[in-house]
């Protein structure tokens, strides 16, 4: 665990920058941009073993953007966002699953599992397309199916999402949690559609 990469990058900034380099992206010297792949390419696998890493990056202003981050996005195989507007609103843990990505998931997950965060991720993202409208209460029901289906499972897949600290998950259970959420309003939807 390190905390955190945007520190490190800011004093090797300072350093470059004493040291005569020409400021380069944001005032960023390019000893900056050598030192990070250097950091955080240690973790991974190896011949005698293999390291897992959790590398913190702070950004200004909720830019995701920024360079620091930006680079480090590039180099490592995934990033968990925290995002403030969820923690404003009581959401705990406040992970932006739209805005993390994992690309060792496919890999490392059964496909049921692979299928079912997929559908979490669709649902989240029409929820999100249409948060607007539904705000306003001007997103009219038979719109589109997929954001439909959103606003019914809403309630409980943010029942799924936040978790006390004290509370404890056990990875079956979690999977059989998001499978009946998801697959009790199948079976509603299939009920509905054949009877009409």
Not at 86 to 98: M, N, V, Y
Not at 141 to 157: C, F, H, K, Q, W
Request: zero cysteines; glycine letters at 6%.
């Amino acid at each position: 665990m390190m905390d955190s990469v945007t520190r490190l990058a800011m004093a090797q900034r300072e350093v470059g920058l004493a040291a005569g380099e020409p400021p380069a992206t944001r005032g960023y010297p390019p000893s900056v941009f050598a030192l990070l792949p250097r950091l955080l390419e240690r973790a991974g696998n190896a011949e005698q073993g293999s390291i897992t890493a959790f590398y913190t990056v702070l950004v200004e202003g909720d830019d995701l953007n920024e360079p620091i981050s930006d680079t480090v996005r590039g180099i490592l195989d995934g990033h968990i966002v925290l995002s403030r507007a969820l923690a404003d609103r009581g959401h705990f843990p406040a992970i932006d699953i739209l805005a993390s990505v994992s690309r060792l998931m496919p890999n490392l997950v059964s496909p049921e599992q692979w299928q079912l965060a997929s559908e979490v991720r669709e649902l989240l993202a029409a929820y999100e397309s249409a948060r607007d409208l539904i705000d306003i209460g001007a997103y009219v029901s038979g719109s589109n199916p997929t954001v439909d289906r959103a606003l019914a499972l809403m309630p409980e897949l943010r029942r799924f999402l936040q978790q006390r600290p004290e509370e404890k998950a056990p990875f079956t259970a979690t999977l059989e949690w998001l499978g009946q959420i998801l697959g009790e309003h199948r079976a509603v939807a299939r009920n509905e559609l054949a009877t009409t």
